[in-house]
């Protein structure tokens, strides 16, 4: 047995973690790296992750105080698609038309909020049809133990990567009027993206279907390696359940 915590600094909307952080700290745990990757692994989040507080962890399934499933990670075949590469300049010119600059539901949150200097500030806005784009470069403030590049540079803490290809996807599926939450995640990270060297996330809508919506996200660096990659499904919700 293991324990995850989600500190308050790591939410998505104000009461509870942030979808992909605390998917990515949950596989941290299940399958630590070998040889500077990954394998796939798929999180189902079950409720909203409560914040600060310890949560055993059994099989890759992590409960709350009264035992109830938050998250369950497991390990699975394969490889997510992700969304085509998109060039740095046009990454960043997208933000400036990121949605949320105007209206956001969860201003907070710990991936794209815009009221948060402390946390990734990742601001996608549309490329295309389906698609998104924002560049982000990681700060020291979300550094890692682990050196996994050919010339070892510090990098950002796996969770902070599977963040990072959180709420690209979400976004993509008309975030801003369509309140959603993370549902299902399968990443696969490649390599720890390097402190202080500019990357570009990019999100994609694959389908919708009443109450639900799959997207798929990746993180390259400036010149185009994928860094991580991941799908997801997306969960309609009422805004009265994250007051």
């Not at 600060?52 to 035992?67: E, K, L, R, Y």
């Not at 009221?115 to 389906?130: C, H, K």
């Not at 995640?185 to 060297?197: D, I, S």
Request: hydrophobic share 40%; glycine share 10%.
């Amino acid at each position: 047995m293991s324990e995850l915590i989600v500190p308050s600094r790591f939410c998505g909307p104000p009461t509870s973690g942030n979808g992909g952080w605390t998917a990515g700290a949950l596989a941290a745990l299940l399958t630590p790296h070998a040889d500077g990757e990954w394998s796939t692994i798929e999180v189902t989040l079950r409720q909203p992750p409560p914040l600060d507080q310890p949560m055993p962890v059994t099989d890759g399934v992590a409960t709350d105080a009264s035992g109830a499933a938050v998250a369950e990670a497991r390990e699975v075949a394969g490889e997510p698609t992700p969304p085509k590469y998109v060039a740095a300049e046009e990454a960043e010119a997208a933000s400036a038309r990121y949605p949320g600059l105007t209206q956001h539901p969860f201003p907070t949150c710990f991936s794209c909020g815009t009221a948060r200097e402390d946390g990734l500030r990742i601001f996608p806005g549309p490329t295309g049809d389906r698609s998104v784009a924002a560049t982000w470069t990681p700060r020291s403030d979300l550094i890692s133990d682990y050196h996994v590049y050919e010339d070892p540079q510090p990098c950002a803490s796996l969770a902070s990567t599977w963040s990072a290809i959180d709420c690209a996807g979400g976004w993509a599926c008309d975030f801003g009027p369509r309140l959603m939450v993370l549902g299902r995640m399968t990443a696969r990270v490649h390599a720890l993206p390097e402190l202080g060297h500019r990357h570009v996330v990019v999100g994609e809508m694959r389908e919708q279907s009443g109450r639900k919506s799959v997207a798929a996200t990746g993180l390259y660096t400036e010149e185009g390696t994928l860094v991580a990659a991941a799908e997801q499904v997306w969960i309609s919700v009422e805004s009265a359940d994250f007051a």
